[in-house]
């Protein structure tokens, strides 16, 4: 059974940093893509990185790119977003998620429903 728990939440001012982690169990940890998501009081579901292990290739949505970075240790079985630069509107609620096994270019077609396991969450909350 994949199980995946996410740690790293908190409460921080603006402009300031997060790391946030996604330890993983029950799947292979060399061939998966890992996404993270986030959700807002009253907002949608919204995808905001990825990570494959087939080529490498990571992804972000506009509202984080160059702010936030993922990346992963194998090793230990665990993902990383570290946010930087952080804004009032990147308060929610994040999310990761797994898809194993993956493939080339899964991070730029996949959608919620394409990752088959998720974390409880964790609350990142930035004050003005």
């Known amino acids: 059974e994949v199980h995946l728990v996410e740690s790293g939440g908190g409460l921080v001012q603006a402009g300031g940093s997060l790391r946030l982690s996604c330890a993983a169990s029950?799947?292979?940890?060399?061939?998966?893509?890992l996404g993270w998501f986030r959700q807002a009081p009253g907002k949608e579901l919204q995808g905001i990185s990825c990570?494959?292990?087939?080529?490498?290739?990571?992804y972000y949505a506009d509202s984080v790119k160059g702010r936030f970075t993922i990346f992963s240790d194998n090793a230990k079985n665990t993902a990383y977003l570290q946010m930087s630069s952080l804004k009032p509107e990147d308060t929610a609620v994040y999310y990761c998620?797994?898809?194993?096994?993956?493939?080339?270019?899964?991070?730029?077609?996949?959608?919620?429903?394409?990752?088959?396991?998720w974390g409880q969450g964790t609350q990142v909350t930035v004050s003005s």
């Open positions: 990570i494959s292990s087939s080529d490498g290739s990571t």
């Open positions: 998620a797994a898809s194993s096994p993956s493939f080339v270019g899964f991070c730029l077609i996949a959608t919620p429903a394409d990752f088959g396991s």
């Open positions: 029950g799947f292979t940890f060399d061939d998966y893509a």
